[in-house]
């Protein structure tokens, strides 16, 4: 079993929708990335938290410690938000290792 | 824009030749991590390098090593290439801390022909 699985592995959606990526790890951590991948490689990091909710713009990233389970979502989804999503939480006993989903590629019709 | 320069942004080598990919972080970010994407995988963690010194590593054989440097870029060797190297290498920089974001390079792809 992996140790972080993330659905659905691909959405399709139309612009304007409301999009949920969820995460789920089986390891401990002390806090989670979520990360975004164009193609060509390039990655950002969107958020890192480790309790409760983060907000920015039209993203919105929720963790819950006890049921080891995150969400990111996006709000009136557009084009441009088409792109591989990875969840990556921090292991609690390393410094700076992170373990990563498989990424939930997204694709946005206008 | 990250701050985070990896070059060359692609490469192609022959078996059994070396490589080396480089890593320019942000200035003060002293933890850089490097990471391995195969085609269609999620990132492997290679290793991690705090203050010039390597500070935690993954499932990878020796022939692949690193090096920081005290102006915040780094290196990452990989020797005897095999066509298994074939992959997206990244790096990531950070202050040290836990909770701290981590801000990555565009990426090294590497072809081992």
């Known amino acids: 079993k992996n140790e972080v699985e993330q659905s659905p592995q691909n959405l399709t959606a139309q612009e304007g929708e409301f999009i949920t990526i969820n995460c789920s790890y ?3 951590i002390s806090a989670l990335h979520w990360l975004q991948q164009h193609p060509g490689g390039g990655i950002v990091s969107l958020f890192m938290l480790s309790s409760g909710k983060k907000k ?3 993203l919105i990233a ?3 410690i006890q049921e080891k389970h ?3 979502h996006i709000t009136a989804s557009h084009p441009r938000d088409s792109a591989v999503y990875i969840c990556a939480p921090l292991l609690g006993d390393s410094n700076y290792q992170l373990i990563w989903g498989a990424g939930t590629k997204l694709i946005i019709k206008p | 824009e990250t701050g985070v320069t ?3 942004t692609h490469l192609i080598k022959t078996r059994g030749q070396q490589v080396t990919l480089r890593c320019s ?6 933890t850089v991590s490097w990471y ?3 085609l269609g995988q999620g990132p492997q963690f290679i290793f991690q390098y705090y203050r010039e010194e390597e500070n935690g590593r993954g499932n990878f054989p020796p022939r692949f090593s690193g090096l920081q440097f005290p102006n915040y ?3 990452l060797n990989v020797n005897a290439l095999e066509l298994d190297d074939s992959a997206l290498y990244l790096c990531a920089s950070s202050v040290p801390g836990r909770h701290t974001e981590a801000f990555f390079g565009q990426g090294t792809r590497l072809t081992v022909v």
């Open chain 1, 56 to 58: 920015h713009g039209r």
């Open chain 1, 62 to 64: 929720t963790i819950n």
């Open chain 2, 36 to 38: 391995q994407q195969a």
């Open chain 1, 26 to 28: 089986s390891v401990g």
């Open chain 2, 25 to 30: 972080s942000q200035s003060g970010h002293n």
């Open chain 2, 6 to 8: 990896q070059s060359p």
């Open chain 1, 70 to 72: 995150s969400s990111l």
């Open chain 2, 73 to 75: 870029s780094s290196e």
